[in-house]
């Protein structure tokens, strides 16, 4: 059998970069073609961390120029673009360089979160290459934070109101039970609106909602910084009062939350008058549980609840400091 040669396979003037070219250029592009394909943000780096190629998706998730994104830009170059237009995380530049030039030396695979100062949040990911450098890619993860902040959210603040809820309101009190008692405490007020549920049976839904709103609101605005409000079930409201000294610290709190909460709301363009109890319960910090202070003040808001005029009532008032 006689096989033909190719005119090709004659010729032996090509060098060996020559041959070797086509292939080059090959995987040249269809690294390009698998480049622009991801929507992740995407750069390539040599071991000296000099750019061999990167996607608009990379430029574009800093806002890079052009010159920057061309074969041979330097990675600390990059990095210092992004400090120089604020576009980094923080305020330590040298720390945020620093450690992205690290994290692309290391040779292991790296995941990091960043929020930018627009608000983006940006996972940035270290790949390394065997033959040496790096893969460095970004991605815009902002909507899948904003998605697990508002679980969070709805786990800890009631929705309505967006006020902590008791599971929060627990955590405080563990919290306040912890502290030093040598000169103040703290107390627990558990504010119930006694008529809720007749207003609520004449009223719309949305307008019963919206009414509990407002109770929120002016709950909220009524307390001190550093007092925590809460929202517990229906319409009833907690509020855990720091650095109290005597009993009449929390008393000025219970008559003002009293004055306040009782003037009308408008609902639907009409005044909605509501009535008001509330529990002041004082900790007794040998036996007192969280759950067991939350029911103090609940049941002395039942109790005023039964008086005509003041509507608050304590309870265990022996552990409190009181002063002249």
């Known amino acids: ?33 698998l480049l622009e394909k991801s929507r992740r943000g995407i750069a390539v780096f040599d071991t000296d961390l000099r750019l061999i190629d990167c996607n608009s998706s990379y430029g574009d998730a800093h806002d890079l120029p052009p010159s920057l994104m061309r074969e041979g830009a330097e990675f600390v170059q990059i990095l210092n673009h992004m400090v120089e237009t604020g ?38 990911g270290f790949i390394p290459v065997e033959t040496g450098g790096c893969i460095v890619t970004q991605d815009d993860v902002s909507n899948i934070f904003a998605v697990k902040d ?15 809820n008791k599971r929060i309101l627990l955590k405080c009190i563990d919290e306040a039970y912890m502290q030093s008692w040598d000169e103040e405490s703290f107390a627990l007020l558990v504010v119930k609106a006694t008529n809720f549920e ?13 009414l509990v709103k407002h109770i929120g609101d002016r709950v909220r605005d009524c307390i001190r910084q550093g007092d ?17 000294c005597q009993p009449h610290d929390a008393e000025a709190l219970a008559k003002r939350l009293i004055n306040v909460l009782n003037q009308p709301y408008m609902i639907d363009g009409m005044p909605i008058l509501v009535e008001f109890a509330m529990g002041v319960a004082l ?41 002249a």
């Open 87 to 124: 576009d980094l995380p923080g305020n330590d530049a040298d720390g945020y360089v620093t450690k992205h030039l690290n994290f692309a030396k290391s040779g292991n695979i790296e995941t990091i979160f960043e929020t930018l100062p627009d608000g983006r949040v940006m996972s940035v």
């Open 283 to 323: 900790p007794n910090h040998d036996d007192d549980s969280e759950e067991t202070l939350i029911k103090n003040a609940r049941d002395a808001a039942d109790v005023a609840a039964k008086q005509t005029g003041c509507r608050y009532a304590f309870t265990n008032l022996g552990d409190l400091a009181l002063s």
């Open 150 to 164: 508002e679980i969070e959210h709805a786990g800890f603040y009631d929705r309505r109101t967006s006020l902590p």
């Open 198 to 210: 007749a207003l609520r049976n004449r009223m719309e839904e949305d307008s019963a909602h919206l």
């Open 1 to 33: 059998m006689i096989y033909q040669r190719r005119k090709s396979d004659l010729k032996t003037d090509k060098s060996e970069a020559h041959l070797e070219w086509p292939t080059i250029a090959r995987q040249k592009e269809k690294r390009a073609v």
């Open 228 to 244: 925590l409000p809460a929202k517990l079930e229906g319409a009833e409201f907690a509020v855990l009062q720091q650095s109290v």
